[in-house]
Protein backbone atom coordinates (compact mmCIF):
# COMPACT_ATOMS: atom_id res chain seq x y z
CA UNK A 1 0.00 0.00 0.00
CA UNK A 2 2.77 2.36 0.06
CA UNK A 3 3.19 3.15 -3.30
CA UNK A 4 -0.68 4.03 -3.93
CA UNK A 5 -0.27 6.65 -0.59
CA UNK A 6 2.70 8.33 -2.60
CA UNK A 7 0.85 8.26 -6.09
CA UNK A 8 -1.81 10.23 -4.10
CA UNK A 9 0.70 12.51 -2.34
CA UNK A 10 2.11 13.21 -6.20
CA UNK A 11 -1.55 13.15 -7.27
CA UNK A 12 -2.37 16.16 -4.37
CA UNK A 13 1.66 18.05 -4.75
CA UNK A 14 0.33 18.22 -8.53
CA UNK A 15 -2.85 19.45 -8.27
CA UNK A 16 -2.16 22.14 -6.03
CA UNK A 17 0.71 23.85 -8.47
CA UNK A 18 -1.64 23.85 -11.13
CA UNK A 19 -4.05 26.06 -9.04
CA UNK A 20 -0.60 27.86 -8.58
CA UNK A 21 -0.76 27.97 -12.30
CA UNK A 22 -3.90 29.49 -12.46
CA UNK A 23 -4.13 31.95 -9.82
CA UNK A 24 -1.00 34.16 -11.80
CA UNK A 25 -2.97 34.11 -15.43
CA UNK A 26 -4.88 37.56 -15.87
CA UNK A 27 -8.75 37.31 -16.47
CA UNK A 28 -10.89 38.47 -18.96
CA UNK A 29 -14.36 40.12 -18.58
CA UNK A 30 -15.92 37.01 -19.80
CA UNK A 31 -14.46 34.53 -16.91
CA UNK A 32 -11.10 33.45 -18.94
CA UNK A 33 -8.02 33.91 -18.75
CA UNK A 34 -6.53 36.32 -21.49
CA UNK A 35 -4.48 33.65 -23.20
CA UNK A 36 -7.24 30.72 -23.40
CA UNK A 37 -8.87 32.82 -25.57
CA UNK A 38 -6.66 32.57 -28.25
CA UNK A 39 -6.01 29.06 -27.55
CA UNK A 40 -9.74 28.36 -27.88
CA UNK A 41 -9.48 29.84 -31.84
CA UNK A 42 -6.42 27.63 -32.48
CA UNK A 43 -8.11 25.12 -31.08
CA UNK A 44 -11.08 25.75 -33.45
CA UNK A 45 -8.87 26.23 -36.15
CA UNK A 46 -7.40 23.06 -35.44
CA UNK A 47 -10.78 21.25 -35.51
CA UNK A 48 -11.25 22.66 -38.65
CA UNK A 49 -8.55 21.73 -40.45
CA UNK A 50 -8.55 18.63 -39.09
CA UNK A 51 -12.32 18.27 -40.39
CA UNK A 52 -11.20 19.50 -43.47
CA UNK A 53 -8.72 17.26 -43.76
CA UNK A 54 -10.75 14.34 -42.97
CA UNK A 55 -13.32 15.43 -45.30
CA UNK A 56 -10.53 15.30 -48.14
CA UNK A 57 -9.24 12.49 -47.07
CA UNK A 58 -13.05 10.37 -46.72
CA UNK A 59 -13.27 11.95 -50.51
CA UNK A 60 -10.42 11.02 -51.68
CA UNK A 61 -10.83 7.62 -50.57
CA UNK A 62 -14.44 7.38 -51.74
CA UNK A 63 -13.25 8.53 -55.20
CA UNK A 64 -10.94 6.13 -55.24
CA UNK A 65 -13.56 3.30 -54.21
CA UNK A 66 -15.61 4.56 -56.98
CA UNK A 67 -12.72 4.86 -59.37
CA UNK A 68 -11.49 1.07 -58.27
CA UNK A 69 -15.35 -0.25 -59.10
CA UNK A 70 -16.01 1.35 -62.24
CA UNK A 71 -12.97 0.03 -63.38
CA UNK A 72 -13.17 -3.73 -61.91
CA UNK A 73 -16.68 -3.24 -63.56
CA UNK A 74 -15.51 -2.22 -67.10
CA UNK A 75 -12.90 -5.33 -66.57
CA UNK A 76 -15.89 -7.84 -65.69
CA UNK A 77 -17.86 -6.60 -68.33
CA UNK A 78 -15.11 -7.04 -70.60
CA UNK A 79 -14.08 -10.39 -69.49
CA UNK A 80 -18.18 -11.39 -70.10
CA UNK A 81 -18.29 -10.11 -72.83
CA UNK A 82 -14.95 -11.96 -74.12
CA UNK A 83 -16.78 -15.22 -72.91
CA UNK A 84 -19.96 -14.73 -74.58
CA UNK A 85 -17.83 -14.21 -77.50
CA UNK A 86 -15.92 -16.58 -77.50
CA UNK A 87 -19.05 -19.29 -76.73
CA UNK A 88 -21.25 -17.94 -79.69
CA UNK A 89 -18.16 -18.66 -81.64
CA UNK A 90 -17.72 -22.18 -80.89
CA UNK A 91 -21.39 -22.76 -81.01
CA UNK A 92 -21.50 -20.78 -84.22
CA UNK A 93 -18.64 -23.12 -85.78
CA UNK A 94 -20.48 -26.16 -84.23
CA UNK A 95 -23.36 -24.95 -86.35
CA UNK A 96 -21.59 -24.91 -89.26
CA UNK A 97 -20.30 -27.94 -89.01
CA UNK A 98 -23.80 -29.76 -88.06
CA UNK A 99 -25.04 -27.73 -91.53
CA UNK A 100 -22.23 -28.81 -93.63
CA UNK A 101 -22.32 -32.75 -92.29
CA UNK A 102 -26.37 -32.29 -93.21
CA UNK A 103 -25.90 -30.86 -96.83
CA UNK A 104 -23.57 -33.75 -97.09
CA UNK A 105 -26.38 -36.31 -95.73
CA UNK A 106 -29.12 -34.21 -97.54
CA UNK A 107 -27.19 -34.89 -101.01
CA UNK A 108 -26.22 -38.51 -100.08
CA UNK A 109 -29.66 -38.86 -99.76
CA UNK A 110 -30.95 -36.97 -102.90
CA UNK A 111 -28.35 -38.85 -105.26
CA UNK A 112 -29.50 -42.56 -103.12
CA UNK A 113 -33.04 -41.48 -104.30
CA UNK A 114 -32.25 -40.72 -107.63
CA UNK A 115 -30.53 -43.93 -108.35
CA UNK A 116 -33.27 -45.73 -106.73
CA UNK A 117 -35.70 -43.91 -109.28
CA UNK A 118 -33.38 -45.05 -112.19
CA UNK A 119 -33.56 -48.33 -110.85
CA UNK A 120 -37.37 -48.42 -110.36
CA UNK A 121 -37.54 -47.07 -114.09
CA UNK A 122 -35.23 -50.20 -115.31
CA UNK A 123 -36.82 -52.09 -113.11
CA UNK A 124 -40.21 -51.36 -114.84
CA UNK A 125 -38.99 -51.38 -118.20
CA UNK A 126 -37.24 -55.16 -117.28
CA UNK A 127 -40.95 -56.09 -116.36
CA UNK A 128 -42.48 -54.90 -119.26
CA UNK A 129 -40.31 -56.51 -121.35
CA UNK A 130 -40.60 -59.64 -119.82
CA UNK A 131 -44.14 -59.27 -119.46
CA UNK A 132 -44.64 -58.29 -123.19
CA UNK A 133 -42.42 -61.64 -123.76
CA UNK A 134 -44.39 -63.72 -121.44
CA UNK A 135 -46.95 -63.37 -123.41
CA UNK A 136 -46.04 -63.53 -126.60
CA UNK A 137 -44.44 -67.21 -125.84
CA UNK A 138 -47.90 -67.90 -124.38
CA UNK A 139 -49.41 -66.84 -127.27
CA UNK A 140 -47.49 -68.97 -129.37
CA UNK A 141 -48.28 -71.78 -127.68
CA UNK A 142 -51.66 -71.42 -127.38
CA UNK A 143 -51.75 -71.13 -131.36
CA UNK A 144 -49.56 -74.20 -131.18
CA UNK A 145 -51.65 -76.28 -129.19
CA UNK A 146 -54.63 -75.15 -131.15
CA UNK A 147 -53.39 -75.94 -134.30
CA UNK A 148 -52.21 -79.55 -132.75
CA UNK A 149 -55.69 -80.06 -131.64
CA UNK A 150 -57.21 -79.37 -135.19
Not at 92 to 110: F, I, P, Q
Amino acid sequence: MAPSKQSSKANLATKSSSSENEDQTPIMGNGRCASQGSDDQSVENMAKALKESTKRRRSARRSKIEKDYHLEMKKLETSVTASLNNILDKRLKLHRARLETLKALLERRSSIETEMSKSNTRLEKAFANANYELQTVLATRIENCKVDTT
